[in-house]
């Protein structure tokens, strides 16, 4: 079998005190041993079944639109935004033309029949968003699948407004979960088509935010069905969500943590540096390192971890970003210390003195 089951019992009270015991199974699927990477044999299987049963299915996509990127097939190469080091988005408008866009500056793009590196005409477009599995599932199973994202469910008039169109349809995708799930509406089965949403990002606090987000739908829909889909089933933050346990999670993440010096075992301060050329980026951020390693030599603070890394997006709106990483078990004391020496506010840097990220 390609997936693992996990089956737990929730005690659940009704208005006369009496209680009732429902079996909640969570199926983890193993996407590498699957034929394809969207949709696993076992999703397949059970959103046949629950249409069939009219019952309500919810789908969490990562990403709004129709695809992640187009990639060519030739050199490689995926066409990435002029004014942000992302690859650029696709969406289908409504007259169905598809647009290329960025989801940092919102500048839009035509769509390229050709490679424009190599001009092979071997181009495809790679993964499925919201918009793509909800053409994939109206023609698989001739269902329309509502699509929602987050900007049209931020606030509770929102949320109202919209649960009466929920009611109306069997298949809903959705781009986040919900603080707290609509009223009256219940979902019997929900797939996460990929819950190693959070993993890809470098940064220390990935593994809590992916553990979070699988955690907090099993826990808020108690008589739903659950499917995950990972490419990365061992990852003690999926398998501890799995679990439903916090206790086994935080026993992981906390001896990560404490191993690379991570808060809380550490101090993290992060010194970002913007600029419109990429050569005085570099130049200013390598003066700006080799300082602090000589006051790091001359104060004799040993233990303190300096180094210098891009950020998760290194060019935004037009500006290359770079940043210089500090961590010791008493970083403020360090912080006095370049304050006093090299006034850098001024220099145009800027200081996040105790980073809850690194991106």
């Not at 390609?2 to 659940?12: A, C, L, M, T, V």
């Not at 193993?30 to 397949?44: C, D, G, R, V």
């Not at 790679?126 to 599932?137: G, H, I, N, S």
């Not at 104060?299 to 290194?314: A, C, F, H, V, W």
């Amino acid at each position: 079998m390609n997936y693992e089951r996990f089956q737990h019992n929730i005690k659940q009270w009704i208005m006369n005190n009496e209680q009732w015991i429902i079996v909640k199974n969570i199926f983890l699927v193993n996407m590498t041993k699957e034929i394809t990477p969207y949709f696993s044999q076992l999703a397949f299987q059970w959103i046949e079944k629950y249409l069939a049963q009219w019952k309500k299915i919810w789908i969490l996509v990562n990403k709004k639109g129709y695809a992640g990127w187009i990639i060519c097939h030739d050199c490689g190469n995926i066409p990435k935004c002029k004014n942000c080091s992302i690859s650029i988005s696709y969406h289908k408008l409504a007259s169905w033309d598809t647009i290329g866009l960025c989801h940092i500056c919102k500048t839009q793009y035509d769509v390229p029949k050709i490679c424009p590196q190599c001009h092979s005409e071997k181009i495809k477009d790679f993964w499925l968003w919201t918009q793509k599995v909800a053409e994939y599932l109206k023609n698989e199973y001739q269902q329309d699948a509502l699509i929602i994202e987050s900007a049209s469910v931020n606030s509770p008039n929102k949320i109202k407004k919209i649960t009466e169109t929920i009611t109306q349809h069997n298949i809903i995708i959705w781009t986040s979960l919900l603080a707290t799930p609509p009223k009256n509406i219940h979902f019997d089965l929900i797939i996460f088509l990929n819950a190693d949403l959070w993993l890809n990002i470098p940064d220390y606090t990935s593994a809590e935010k992916n553990f979070y987000f699988l955690y907090e739908a099993f826990v808020k829909h108690p008589t739903a069905n659950f499917i995950v889909q990972s490419f990365n089933p061992d990852q003690y933050s999926i398998r501890s969500a799995c679990q439903l346990s916090k206790e086994n999670f935080y026993i992981e993440d906390n001896a990560f943590r404490k191993v690379n010096g991570y808060p809380p075992f550490g101090e993290l301060c992060v010194i970002l540096y913007k600029n419109e050329i990429e050569e005085s980026l570099h130049t200013k951020v390598d003066t700006l390192h080799k300082n602090l390693l000589y006051l790091k030599e001359k104060y004799q603070l040993k233990d303190i971890e300096i180094y210098s890394t891009p950020p998760l997006i290194y060019k935004m709106f037009g500006k290359y970003r770079y940043n210089i990483i500090l961590k010791w078990p008493n970083v403020r004391q360090f912080m006095d210390i370049i304050f006093t020496k090299l006034n850098l506010a001024k220099k145009g840097f800027k200081l996040d003195w105790m980073a809850e990220s690194i991106v």
